[in-house]
Each structure stands twice: as structure tokens, then as C-alpha cells.
């Protein structure tokens, strides 16, 4: 998470949603060792900051190799994104390839109260 | 249902949707002892526990010899997932294949009082 | 409208529903005697019974070789099926193939009062 | 205008949809002469008559070698048919065919206060 | 800016949608130097005055060379279309390709008070 | 088979080909009584003689209420039309709806000695 | 094998394709006792007789329980066939949903001498 | 045909292939009256000259309020181009949309010897 | 390359396909140490033995952390499965994602002599 | 062309196929000075050395704002790749965007003789 980076809001004062969809997310699955892959898509509504992308794309590298369930990485995304930038509302969702003959997808949201 | 198997939600206190998608479900008519094919969608938000997939997949295993209508499949994987796991709501959605130039899709949900 | 069959909905109580897609209708047109195709989408919510399947089939061949319109077909399968089962709702779509480059689709819905 | 026809609605007092979708739209640019290529979508609840289709296909004939804007044909073609069917409400969309590397869509609606 | 040319409204009072989707633009990443690839959406509600499609697509060009965030070229292309045609509302979204493996939407609002 | 009409090739001498996809067609299985839907494509060559596409259509309405298996219509279908413009090849296709989780494709062939 | 039955070839003398395409066969992988699914194409020339489509579907039902190996099946099903109607050629094409996030698909053909 | 325009090959002694897709033909048929329409494909080696893309647009326009059958305009378009650039050869392929539930392709070659 | 199981072909003296479609292959750039993602498809003719798919699924991973070209990853797949089950012909295609706008297919064919 | 670079090819002697899409090609019209937008698709067959990747992104970069004609540009990309790498053989294809209703494709092939 040390590797976020933010840079200042261009329209601040005006509520505007960026949406980011990372097509190559892998993690691995922390029962059997194998690796997972998910489509990983980020949509929020920026307060003062925004996420800065080639930075975002590193952070998303620690999980390559990280033992984690699908139900906690996309909570631990959403804690840690929301931690970074302070969002006005944020959404995470994850959607897993075939597994077993079943897919999954998994969504949080945070919304600034 | 006796297969079906948790473990603690992650994110206890926050409103997330976890849904799993049964892309090869199979069962079989009562009336003509044919077999009838189904994706089966479950859509649910958890509360203190999540439905572990593994066992999910063989729970579903269980309907591939046993006679049983459209309606009440449905029904029925609603009623025993909700008991298993006691989820804040929950949607099954069963979409079947075509029987006579027609298919069919049905859709049951759960909310937690 | 007697072909139609119906059978004891097995959840009574709770609201879910059912969709049939009949992928195959054909109808004749009143005016020039030649055919019309069509995909008919019965979704109804059942009260106290369900509409059987096989017989539904077997109605929708009644219309094979009918001379009727394209807003009183749908409206007259909405009356027969409402009338058959009773539904809490029920909405009929049908959606036509092409005509002098124009294509249709025709909607109506009933709410039980 | 004159060309279009109408007929009873079949269902006076259910309030349903009609859906006409004309794929082979074509009007002339007033500014280069050149023509114009649309699909043509009317959506509307009807009142106490319908639009007969082979009269509307021989309406929208008379586009054929119009100069005319897409915002001005949109709503010339939502006055012309609300003035000759009086429906409860009534959508006309025209989605447009690239033009410099943009395409259009126009979208406009009338509901009977 | 100044390219923007306008024409008046031919359908004053009446609340209807213009949607141009310009699948063409480029501009250029003030980081690497190395351009980026979007479709631009515009979507709004004109009051009294429409936007020229010929002007604008000379517009979007002044973008080709011009090194700009994503974040702010979407809303300086709002900023700029809403002071030229003064709409009762308009939504412009940035669709932009793969970079890293991730794809980026932007989507901005302006309602008028 | 009476109903079928040509017209002159235009272009006698120039081997070319003609594709026409009837996208309606309906008939009626021998043993179950109940209606069959398929796409029927008719690929030629021609040689002195075209096909006349109204009395086409007309043709193949003839097999609506006719019972005959998806083999036996694909190939008299190619017997009638070769009969009736002795073209210089031509092939048959029907592409049937599914039927117990089965759809069928027939493909045959004349050419020319 | 057994239920197989045949009728005779409405068209002897011409070569012809018929193709028959099941979109829901499942059978058991020897080694975890989990069921597979895929969809099987037969693609044949008959000779003298044709294969019954009926009884075909219940001779894929024999494999419902079956435990087999993909490559295996695929050579099964030729084999079976090939000696039931005895064709001039048959193609077998199985195509299996996702394990492990791989697919397959296993093709054997026949051709007599 | 007069409208037709070309410039020198900048690569003659390569065969290379050319093909221009206009998705916007229309014509008219002679017998009804009314308007057809098509996407009509031209793919071509040239050999000293190319055709120039602006005044094939014009050329096309020609056809516009032309009362002129399927088969016949596919086969004009060839001869019309083949006289005008002399290509090595020369595919037209006219798709046409759905007339009477039946929809048609028509394609001539042309190869120089 | 230890990883690779096989076991005997079930229908040897029969020239037939074998296809596995790997949706989740991923390595590292050698150049810049970022991953990168890859559908690996192995179609092959199988000569005394066959691949065995879950240990496939291992070796497979042995690239999970590799620093290794596009090029070079195809090639060294083809060798080593080549190796190790000595087929009548194989081909190895990788189809890469997006990298500066760019995707990349690289395709390696073997056959026995 | 200084800017393309080359490294040795890792399977010298084995005749394999590599191929790369640039989704996002754009140079200028000479005549009208607007940009053109194109897919440009690189598929050739190594010798001694194979095309970089990054080098030859920044070698398209030098057709963003050079005028330079669809025929032109397509047998210019491949002398210029040809002499770069000396391959066995190489197709240029270029699929460009809809301009005036008519969008393009250029193929250039060359082969070592």
C-alpha cells in the first residue's frame, strides 16, 4: 500500500466518477497454492486527491504472489484505496475467472458520511 | 445440504455483495426422467458468515440425480443456502436451457426482517 | 385458451418469479395472410398456481395459423394467461421479425389489484 | 404527414407499449447535400388508436430526399405522429451513422398532460 | 475553444437529449510524451442553442498534440462546451484504451441551477 | 413447386453468385405433429435463369403445415429450385432449432456436369 | 450403444453433410468422480441410412454416470456411431468447459476406404 | 460513371489488395418503387491506377432514386469500376437487408487475363 | 519441464485433434521485471501417448515468475512438450495482452518427419 | 525508420509466425489535413532477427502527424519493416475508420525469394 501515489484533484468542488479496470489481476488462492485471476475495477467519486495510475499498477503487483481469499482481497483494496485518497464514495469489484465450473464476482463500497 | 460449508466474513459490518455463478448445474425432469441444464446464480449479502465454494460445488452435485421441477429448485437451493448461512438477503436466479422452442428463468430472494 | 394446464406453486408466499421465452411463435397476419414470427417472454409473479410448461406450448400453437395483429395477439395472450392463472403480475413481451425494414416489439402488463 | 394511418387500439384502458424500430432511415444534409443515414426508434402508450406500420414506412419515405437537420427531423417526426395519434406518451429516437468520426443519437419525448 | 460554432435550438421548450460520440480523439500524456486514445461522449439537454458538429470535431482536434490528464481533459471539455452552448444539463464521458493492462472511464456533469 | 419464378440472368456468362437467407422457415414434424424452425440458405450460381424472390417466399410457405424430416425437405428443396433454374451449382443449408438440447444443420449440394 | 437407431438416407447417391449439435453432455472424470460437460458435434456424410435423432439423445444419456476420460469419449462416440450407420465420413468434436482455467476440444474423424 | 476518379498506384508491380467497405448503399427497387438497401464491398489489386475514395461516394449517389434489381446493380458496379481502373481483380459483394423475412448477398469477380 | 505426466493414447493408429486452451498464462518481462498475460493454446496429434491436464496445469506454472520474451516463451513450450510426449504435430500459439497499444500472436508449428 | 530496433531471433531455423496489432494507429490526409485512424496489423515470419516491440511503437509515432495516403502509408510500413528485419515473408494490413459512410482495408504482402 506504501506504493499509492495521489495527485491534487483538477475540479475539485465538482462530484465526478473515474472509473480504472485493471484486466490482468492475479493473486494466489491461500488453500491449494494455485494462482487466481480476477478483472479488478475501481470506480470513485475523488475528494481533494486522485489515484495516480502507474503507481496503482504497482500496488496491484504486491498481491502476485500474496495467499488471499477473494472475499478479503477486495476488502483489503477498498480499505486501502479508501485510506489513500479519501474518496467521496468508492466502489471495488472483483470478477474471478472459472473455478470448479463456477465464476464469482465480489463488490464493497465506501461512501463518505 | 449437509455438504454446504462457511467460514467468518471478513468484513463483518459492511454491506458487500458476494455472487457465484454455477455455469454447469444439472437435474432432472419428474415427469419424463430427462435431464434438464441450468446456470445458476447465487447473489448474496453476507452477515456473520460466507458459503465456502468447494463445498458449495459438490452441495449443487447432489441435485444431479434427483427429480425436480424448475420452481421448486429454485426454491429449494434458496431456502437451504439461506438456513446454512443466514445472509442479510439473497437471490437465486436459475436460467435453463430450451425445452420445445421455449426457455425458462426463474428468480427467488430472501431479506433478512 | 383450454389447452392451458396449471400446477400448485410450490412457494407460496414468497413473491419470486418465473420467465418463459418462447422462441418460436408464429402467427398469421390479417391483412395479406402472410406469416409473422415472433419471440414471446411470458414473466409473471405466481399467486396460488403455476402455468404448466408443455401445455403452454400446445396454446401457443392455437395462433399457427391465425389471421391476428400484433397489439391484439399480445394483449389476447396476456387476458388467457391472467385468466388461466391468476398471477400477482404478469407482463407479455413479443418481438417481431423484420417488416419493410421495420422491426416491433409490443409490451403490456397487468398488477393485481 | 398525410399519408399516415391509424387503427382502433385493441386494448382501450391498459396502458402498454408499442415499439416500431425502422433499421433504413434516410434523409439529406441541408448544409452538403449529401444523405444521412438513421435507424429510427418510436416508443409509445397508445390511447384510443394505433399507427398502421405500412402507412408509417410510406410516411418516412417522404425523408427520403429532405435537406434536413437531426435535431429538426427528431422532433418534426414526434409532432407529426402525436399530432396524428394522440398517444399517452411517445419517445423518438434517431441514432445517426458516423459522420467524421462521430456518431449521434437524439432523443426526444412527449407524455399527454 | 473559439472553433465552437452553435445554431439555434429548432425545438425551444422541449427537454430532449443530443448524444454525439466522437470515437477519434487523442491527446497526449504530459508524462511520457506518448499520446493517449479515447472516445469522447457528449450528452445533453440544449436550451437555446445547439452545438455545429463540423466545429466541433475541428474543436477536439485543437486536443491532438496537446499534453493533458485524463481527469482534466474531461472536465476542461465540459467547462468549454458548457460556456459556449449554456445547456440545461450535459454529461461528457472519456473512454480510454489499455495502459499497463488497466482501462480508465471518466464521467462528468453539469446540471444547470 | 408451381409458384416458383425467374427472371433472365443479367449477366449471363460471368460466373457470379447469388445468396439468399430466408430467416422464417417453418414445418411440421412427421411423427410428433409439432411445428420445426430453421434458417434456410440457398447459395447459386446461375445460369440462364434467376430465381424471383417474392415467389420464393411464396414457395417456401408451402411447408408450413407439411410434415417432412429436417433430411427429406433440405434435399427436395434442392431438387425444386434445381429443376426450376437449372443453375450452374448450388447448395442448401437448413440450420434448425434446438430440440432435446440438440439443433441440426443439413448441407446439400448439385453441381453441373 | 445399443438405443441407436437408424432410418434410410431420404437422398442416396448424393453427398451430403448433416451435423447434429448437443449442447448438454456431461459425463464423470475417471480420476476425481467430478462431472464434466461439454458440447459434442456429430458432422457426418451418410451413406445408406441416417442416425435417428431421438434415440441419439438417449444414447448420450448413457454417458451421464459414465466415467471417462475426454479423449477417450471422443473416440467412443466415433467408434459407436461410425458402426450404427456405417456413413462415408463422420467428424466427432467435443468441447469441454473450463478446469484449472484450461478448455478443450478433441477432434476424430473417420472417412471409409 | 463520369464521377469516377483515380490516381497513380503508389506501389505498382506489388500486388496488394484494396477493399472499401460502404455501409450506406441505397437504390430502388424497379418493381415497387421502394427504397432497398445495402453495405456494398469492393476488393481489388489494382494495377497502374487506384480508385480515388471521394468520388466512388459520389458515384454511389447515382444509384440513389435508380430503379434497379439485386443481381443487376451488383454486376453494373463491377463492369463500371473494372472499366474505369483496370485492376488486376475485382470482387463486388452487395449484402442486402431483410425483404419478406429473406435478406441476400450477390458477388462478382472479375480477374484480368 | 519435470512436471509434464503423461499417459497412452486410447485410440493410437487414429490421426485425431487434442486442443487445450490455457486462459490464464502469465510470465515477466525480462526487460522491465512487469508481468505479463497470455491465452496459451496447444493443439497437437497425439502419436503413442497424450498430455495429462492437471500436471499441464503445473508446468505451467513454472513461468509464473520467469523473465522471459514473447518469442522465446513460445518456442521453449513447443520444445519441451514436444519432448515429452513426441506427437505426430503440434502447434503452440500465445495471444498476448495489450502493452503501449499494442498486442502481440506468436504461433510455433512442429511436425514429425 | 532510424528509430526501429531488432534482436536476434530465439529460434533460428524453426519457420514460425509473429504477430502485432496496433489498435491505435493515426497519420494525417494530405488533401483535407484532418486525422485518419487505423488498426495496423504486422504478421511475418522471422529470419535471423525479430522486431522489438517498444522501438517499433515509437517508430508508428512518426506517422501521427505526417499527410500520407491509406495505399501509401500501408506499402511504406512495409519496405520500411522489411529492409529493417529481412524477414521470410511479411503482410501489412491497415483497417481504417469510417470516413463518408465507407470505411478501408489495405493489405501489402512481401515473401523472400
Redesign the interface.
Given at each position: 500500500m506504501d506504493r499509492l501515489e495521489t495527485?491534487p484533484?483538477?475540479?475539485v468542488g465538482?462530484?465526478?466518477?473515474?472509473?480504472?479496470?485493471?484486466?490482468?489481476f492475479?493473486s494466489v488462492c491461500p488453500l491449494t497454492g494455485?494462482?487466481d485471476?480476477a478483472t479488478v475495477t475501481i470506480d470513485y467519486v475523488?475528494d481533494a486527491i486522485?489515484l495516480e495510475?502507474?503507481a496503482?499498477?504497482y500496488y496491484f503487483?504486491e498481491f502476485?504472489?500474496m495467499g488471499i481469499?477473494?472475499?478479503?482481497v477486495?476488502?483489503k483494496i477498498l480499505d486501502d484505496l479508501v485510506e489513500r485518497c479519501n474518496p467521496i464514495e468508492m466502489t471495488i469489484t472483483t470478477d474471478w475467472?472459472?473455478?470448479?465450473?463456477?465464476?464469482?464476482?465480489?463488490?464493497?463500497?465506501y461512501r463518505k458520511q
Open positions: 495527485f484533484n483538477p475540479a465538482r462530484q465526478y466518477r473515474i472509473k480504472h479496470i485493471l484486466h490482468e492475479t494455485l494462482p485471476f475523488p486522485c495510475l502507474k496503482l499498477k503487483l502476485r504472489n481469499f477473494y472475499e478479503a477486495t476488502n475467472g472459472v473455478r470448479g465450473g463456477m465464476s464469482s464476482v465480489i463488490t464493497a463500497q
